[in-house]
């Protein structure tokens, strides 16, 4: 017998005597650690209540504060409002610079909304969404215009997404004021058109975006020769229409990796020509995009380049993810009447962690909100239970710091409901 293996062999034997008979050979199980569920509340004026105090002191390490929502929620704007009331506070005491605020939204569109919350206040969007609710995805929501102002006003707004679908309808003005030329003013209404007739009627495949070939946007950079910022809008609106035509193809996975690419390269522009070397940043966006890890869409997304940033400039990343378990939401739902509708919101994610941990689903308040340590759950179901998991749920565990829940969702208010009743 070798020698190694006749060592093992004894070792063994060794062990084997040192157990007496009936004794337990394996480790008891883990005590399992405590879940916290902890009531927080937020205004403008910050947070507050033991879960507030909580997310404050996680803020006073964090450079950036990545918050994922589940979209059409009017809870989550509100909450990143306060973390940001706060967070300016920490970073004040700090001298830290001046907080960003990163959107999903492209840097173009966003740049658009921010002069006309400069010029005209949030009101004023509803005048500038009128004809046209489908112009971007979220900041056509009030709330989320409420949370984007200060930024935009600052001049620290970041849109770090692809121009949306019906970015368009803002775009192609834009680009008509900027020529004399008939003929291209022509073409560019003549897309409004096709995109004003479709999004009313829900026929995303007829819109530009779906239409418009490589060919179409290589003329329209002829036709704006010389125009630098021009250029720069038939350029991203070009590469949104690449990345869509992916999805309509069919190659989702790479539809995904594309966009989260053009995230990236968009954010570290904006990372890199910030006022202020390490700047702080809030994010709020879906929440595949904000959590670490392995997305449910099998990619690594934005919110897994932060930690790794923070950590070289000393700091953390702190990952927060909004998803109620009841109530109502606002969802894109094209009529004549109107672009979006609000509906009963139905969790799919949270109540499967909960039955998993044993927990009571009125543990989670009808009215109000509470913050969930994430940590003890995901250590308390490791192992089976955790792989038995949706994906989207197992993600939220692995891939976040902290849950805020309720079961009294509030749908957003988007500006096209603004004086008008939403239907229930």
Sequence with gaps: MPSWKLNGFIALAFIALAIPAGAQTTAPPPVGEKVEILPV??????????????????????????????????????????????????????????????????????????????????????????????????????????????????????????????????????????????????????????????????????????????????????????????????DALAESARIYGLNNSGQYLQNNEERQTLMQDYFLTAY?????????????????????????????????????????????????????TAGMVRQVKPSPERFTDVTAYRDEAIAPILDAAGIAHDAIPADGHVLIPIAPLRHNLQGKKLRDLPAFSRFLLLGFDYLVTTRGAEAATHFEAIGKPASR
């Design 41 to 234: 509340g937020f205004s403008p004026d910050g947070l507050s209540g033991p879960g507030g105090d909580r997310l404050r002191d996680a803020l006073t390490a964090a450079q950036f504060v990545a918050l994922g929502e589940d979209h059409g929620l009017a809870g989550a704007p509100k909450l990143a409002e306060a973390l940001a009331h706060d967070a300016a506070a920490i970073a004040e005491t700090q001298n830290a610079g001046p907080l960003y605020h990163a959107v999903e939204v492209g840097p173009h569109s966003a740049a658009w909304i921010g002069a006309r919350i400069e010029t005209g206040g949030v009101d004023s969007l509803a005048d500038a969404f009128a004809g046209r609710p489908w112009a971007m995805p979220f900041l056509s929501n009030r709330e989320d215009a409420a949370l984007a102002a200060p930024f935009a006003r600052s001049g620290r707004l970041w849109g770090i997404d692809q121009e949306f679908i019906g970015a368009p309808s803002i775009l192609l003005e834009t680009l008509a004021a900027r020529t004399k030329d008939e003929a291209i003013r022509a073409r560019l209404a003549a897309w409004l058109e096709q995109d004003r007739a479709a999004l009313s009627a829900g026929n995303f495949g007829a819109i530009m975006m779906s239409t418009a070939a490589p060919t179409d946007f290589a003329a329209l950079r002829k036709a704006f020769a010389g125009d630098a910022e021009a250029a720069a809008i038939i």
């Design 272 to 324: 890199r020509n910030a006022a202020v070397p390490a700047p702080r940043v809030l994010f709020k966006m879906g929440a595949y995009h904000m959590g670490r890890g392995t997305t449910p869409t099998s990619i690594y997304d934005i919110g897994s380049l932060l930690p790794g940033i923070a950590a070289a400039n000393g700091r953390t990343s702190l990952h927060i993810a909004y998803v109620p």
